[in-house]
Structures are given as C-alpha cells and as structure tokens.
C-alpha cells in the first residue's frame, strides 16, 4: 500500500502563492532552491527533460495536519526556475505529486531502497517517468534522489531516497553511479 508523506503544488508565483497561504494562517514556510540532474529518463521523455533543472520549493507542516498517532503530511509549493521535470506537466498552477520518502536512507552495501521501490512499483504497472540527483540545495546540505511514476493515481507519484552525505568532489562520481545503477528500468 502507498503511503503518502507529501503533497505538493506547482505554482508560478512561489512569492504570491506563499502570502496568499500566509493570510489564511498558515506562516511557517522552510524554502530552498535546488539543482538537479536526470539520471534516468523514461524513453517517452528522453528529449523533452533535457539534462538538469532548478526549482524553488517551500514546504509547511500545518496545511494537511496530523494527529498524536500520525503526523501532518509535508505541503510543498514548486515553482520551476529553469529545465524541465515530469512532474510539472504545464504553466497551471496544479497538484504536481504524491510523494513518500524511501523506508530506508541509501546504504553503503546491500540493496539500493529507491531502486528496490521503483522495481515493486513496475511490477504493479507503474512506468517510471524521470530519476533526478540533486546537485546543490540552499536550504540544506543533504543531497536526494527523486523518482517520478506515469499520472495513473490523478498526479505523478514522487518517491524520495535521501542519500549517504558526500563531498562536492565526490559528486560527478555519485551521478554516474546513479545513472549505472537505474539503466536496468528502460
């Protein structure tokens, strides 16, 4: 069963969109800008993602609140800055995915838990759209890898593997591994 841990909304404004949410209570807002490379594009996208892309994004933890047995699911606005990602389909200001983090964070040895997702997700029907490695946030240090499923739930399905801390000089290396290791999904 696909449990969500996120929403998130594509907007074309995120300064606008995060004042007009601010007038009806909801203030707190975590931002970032993020880089990010394709590792993996479906076949279908190949020409359409080009290579990299940049996003604003700003998350709250009170639009969809949760309760003392579950916590409020992650709101997040994206607004692209430049490239293009599935997920953002076009200039509307619309859902853009379900997300859920990986059950694990990325291992050193064993199986890889994003690759290990997105293998049960074929094999349930879903296609695999686009695989992202995040290159550079403002807001944090960590680095991400991002999948993207086909739209068959309403909206494409994010699934978010944070990944082992690595150096900048470490990162060209950790991209080609990405690529290498999802070439099994076309």
């Given at each position: 069963m696909l449990s969500f841990d996120q929403v998130a909304l594509h907007t074309k404004n995120i300064d606008e969109t995060i004042r007009q949410f601010k007038i009806t209570g909801h203030r707190e807002w975590i931002q970032d800008t993020v880089h990010a490379e394709h590792i993996f594009k479906h076949k279908s996208m190949a020409d359409e993602l080009g290579e990299r892309f940049v996003v604003r994004l700003a998350f709250n933890y009170d639009v969809i609140p949760g309760n003392?047995?579950?916590?409020?699911?992650?709101?997040?606005?994206?607004?692209?800055?430049?490239?293009?990602?599935?997920?953002?389909?076009?200039?509307?200001?619309?859902?853009?995915?379900?997300?859920?983090?990986?059950?694990?964070?990325?291992?050193?040895?064993?199986?890889?838990?994003?690759?290990?997702?997105?293998?049960?997700?074929?094999?349930?029907?879903?296609?695999?759209?686009?695989?992202?490695?995040?290159?550079?946030?403002?807001?944090?240090?960590?680095?991400?890898?991002?999948?993207?499923?086909?739209?068959?739930?309403?909206?494409?399905?994010?699934?978010?593997?944070?990944?082992?801390?690595?150096?900048?000089?470490?990162?060209?290396?950790?991209l080609r591994q990405g690529r290498e290791l999802f070439e099994c999904l076309s």
């Open positions: 003392e047995i579950k916590p409020g699911i992650e709101f997040e606005l994206i607004e692209l800055i430049d490239g293009r990602s599935y997920q953002i389909a076009n200039d509307a200001q619309v859902l853009s995915h379900f997300g859920y983090h990986t059950k694990t964070d990325q291992a050193e040895t064993g199986p890889d838990s994003l690759l290990t997702e997105l293998l049960h997700l074929q094999s349930l029907g879903f296609e695999v759209m686009q695989i992202s490695q995040t290159t550079s946030h403002t807001g944090t240090g960590r680095r991400y890898r991002y999948a993207y499923v086909d739209r068959r739930l309403g909206a494409p399905v994010k699934i978010i593997q944070r990944l082992l801390p690595i150096k900048s000089t470490e990162l060209q290396h950790s």
